[in-house]
């Protein structure tokens, strides 16, 4: 690919990224090449179709927080890794409608062509999981699955909330919320 193709590629990318995260899958593609500073056609020829630029930008979000779990599952202290992953990950896809139409599902096609990171991610996260219930700190009854469906109901809770200047103390309290409820109690 010739260097300014490249760069044409990358600037579309990083506009996608922050349109997609402000306004989910139903940003315009116009919206997306003038914020680029690109004409429509260069979005195009990279990105026949706004599912194909969706789908580049998810996997990249994806792939960023699989290799967030990988580097906590070395953790010292497994329970706080683990914790602070799941805050993480929040913090992280809570304000970004494309994670959040990603995880909770905007399509067949995308699920299918997101199958392969996302499983990545499931992967990873059950791993940190396992380690951080091996240590005490979670309770054992919780699979991988199930984390990543309260994940996705809470982000789902959350959606919308992130223009209101109250979202943030909400989304801290919900994600201690979840958190206390994830963690191992005594007889349980």
């Keep these: 690919m010739r260097a300014d193709a490249r760069r044409?590629?990358?600037?579309?990318?990083?506009?996608?990224?922050?349109?997609?995260?402000?306004?989910?899958?139903?940003?315009?593609?116009d919206e997306v090449a003038r914020r680029a500073g690109v004409g429509p056609g260069t979005l195009y020829r990279h990105f026949p179709t706004k599912e194909a630029l969706f789908e580049a930008v998810v996997h990249e979000r994806l792939r960023e927080l699989a290799a967030r779990a990988?580097?906590?599952?070395?953790a010292a202290?497994?329970?706080?890794?683990?914790?602070?992953?799941v805050a993480h990950m929040v913090?992280?896809?809570?304000?970004?409608?494309?994670?959040?139409?990603?995880?909770?599902?905007?399509?067949?096609?995308?699920?299918?062509?997101?199958?392969?990171?996302?499983?990545?991610?499931?992967?990873?996260?059950?791993?940190l999981l396992a380690r951080a219930q091996r240590s005490g700190a979670v309770r054992p009854d919780l699979g991988a699955g199930d984390l990543m469906a309260l994940l996705s109901g809470l982000l789902h809770a959350l959606r919308g909330r992130s223009r209101d200047p109250a979202a943030p103390a909400d989304q801290e309290v919900m994600t201690a919320v979840l958190c206390d409820g994830l963690a191992a109690r005594p007889g349980r």
Excluded at 77 to 85: K, Q, Y
Aim: aromatic share 6%; hydrophobic share 45%; charged share 30%.
């Design 77 to 85: 202290d497994p329970g706080a890794a683990f914790f602070g992953f």
């Design 91 to 127: 913090r992280e896809a809570a304000p970004k409608q494309d994670l959040v139409d990603a995880l909770g599902g905007a399509g067949a096609e995308l699920q299918t062509a997101l199958a392969a990171t996302a499983g990545e991610l499931r992967e990873e996260v059950g791993r």
């Design 70 to 74: 990988r580097e906590a599952a070395d």
């Design 8 to 29: 044409n590629r990358e600037l579309l990318l990083r506009a996608a990224q922050d349109a997609f995260a402000e306004e989910g899958i139903g940003v315009p593609l």
